[in-house]
C-alpha cells in the first residue's frame, strides 16, 4: 500500500523540523548502531541557559570510519582530528570522535591527536561550562567538570590546570572574555591569573583573532567585552598602544545592545579611546584582523562621518545634510553622536526626521537621457548639471521633471557662455 518511499529508515534523507530534532536523529542512528553519540559543548551550555544553540555538535566513540559507513554522504574535515561533517535536513553537523590532544608545540595546534574516551575528550575542552555532554534522547546532561554549576554559579573556569590550558592555545584567552561578557561570568581568580600571565596573543593566526573580536562586538554585551579586553590588556595586541581600561565609554556605551555589524561596534571602541583614530590606525587593524574591504571601508566611513556630522552639520545646506543623512551608515553614525554629545545628537535627530519626510534620496528628476534628448553632448560639463540640478531638487526648489530639465539648460547655458 505504500506507493511513496519511506524516508524514516534513511536519516541522511529525513527532514525534520528543527535542528535541535536534526541532532537528534543523527545522534540516535549511531546510538542504534551501538555507539554513544552526546551532543556535546555549547549546545548543551546554551539549553542549560535557556538559550536556542547555534548549532549541535555531535561527540561520539564511533571512528570516522564508521561514521562514514553509517552516514556515507558524509564528509571528513582534517580526518586526524575525527571530525566528520555529516549533511542533514539541510543542515550540516559535525560528528567528532572522542579525542585526546597531544601536547601543544605551538601554542596553537596539538603536536597530534588520538581517539580517546569520553572523559578525555571532556577534558581537552576549554572551559567546564564547554565540557558538558548531553544524551539528546534522555535529556541527560554528563558533566565530568562541574560545568552544570559554574554555570549556575555564573563562573568562568578552565578545564584542568588554567595556566597550562591557556598557554597551549592563547586564542582561548579571547574565548574566555567572548564567554564571560556574553553570559556575564565572573572569571574564576587562577583562570584570571592565567589570562593576565601574558597579555601576547603568541602564535594565534590573525584570522582567529579577527573571528573572535568580531563576535565580541556584534554582541549587545560589547561593553563588558571590550572592559575585559582593556582590563587583561589584551586591546594592545589588537588596536595597538593600549587605552585606559578606566576611562568613559560613551560612544560603545551609547549603541543600542542588539546584535549589530561588529564595526560598528569596532567604531564606537576608537571613538573612546583617547587618541583619534586616523588613516594608519584603519590600515593597521585591516592588516592585524584582516578586514574585509567592505569592512574597512564602512569603518573609514563611520569615523570620519562623525566628526564631519559634528562638525559641519549646522551649517550645512538641506542638500548637503540630506546627502549625508542618506549614507548607509548614517544611522550608526547619529547613534554614535547621540551617545558622545546627547544636545547635539537630539538637535541632529529632530532635523533628520524633519528631512526624512520630503525624502533624503528621491529618484533624480533629470537624467543624462534626458540631457541627450535635450541636445546636449555628453561630457564632463554633464556630471556637475546632474549634481547641481539634484541639489536644487533635494532642496526643495524643483518639483517636476520639466522644472529641472530647465535647470539643467540654464546650467548648461550659463557654462558655453562662461567659455
Ligand atoms: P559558540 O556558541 O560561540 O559557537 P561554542 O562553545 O559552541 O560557542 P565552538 O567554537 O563552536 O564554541 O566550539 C565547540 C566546542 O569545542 C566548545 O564548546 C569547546 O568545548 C570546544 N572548543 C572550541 N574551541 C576550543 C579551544 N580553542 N580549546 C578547547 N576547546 C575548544
Ligand atoms: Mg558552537
Known sequence: MALRPDFRHDPELMTPADPRENASDVARHLQQNGHVAYFAGGCVRDRLLG?????????TDATPDRVKALFPHSMSVGESFGVMLVRRGGHTLEVATFRSD?????????????????????ARRDFTINAMFEDPLSGRVIDHFNGRSDLESRILRAVGVPSERLTEDRLRVLRAIRFAARFTLEIEAATASALQADPALRGVSRERVGGELRR?????????????????????????????????????????????????????????????????????????????NKEERRLDAILSLVHRVEDDWDQAEIAVRKRLAAREEFPTVLELIEARNVETGVRIRTDFTALESSGLAPTPLLSGEDLIAAGLVPGPLFKEILDRTYDAQLEGILGTPEEALAHGLKISNTAQGDR
Do not use: K
Open 51 to 59: 538559550l536556542e544553540p547555534l548549532d549541535y555538535d555531535i561527540a
Open 102 to 122: 597531544g601536547r601543544y608545540v605551538d601554542g596553537r595546534h596539538p603536536e597530534s591527536v588520538r581517539f580517546g574516551t569520553e572523559v578525555e575528550d571532556a
Open 216 to 292: 565580541m562586538l556584534a554582541h549587545p554585551t560589547r561593553t563588558r567585552a571590550v572592559e575585559l579586553l582593556e582590563s587583561f590588556s589584551l586591546d594592545s595586541p589588537v588596536l595597538g598602544p593600549s587605552g585606559d581600561p578606566g576611562a568613559p565609554r560613551p560612544a560603545l556605551a551609547g549603541l543600542s545592545p542588539v546584535m549589530r555589524d561588529p564595526i560598528d561596534g569596532l567604531a564606537a571602541w576608537l571613538l573612546d579611546r583617547a587618541a583619534p583614530p586616523g588613516r594608519a590606525m584603519i590600515r593597521q587593524l585591516r592588516e592585524g584582523l584582516l578586514l574585509s
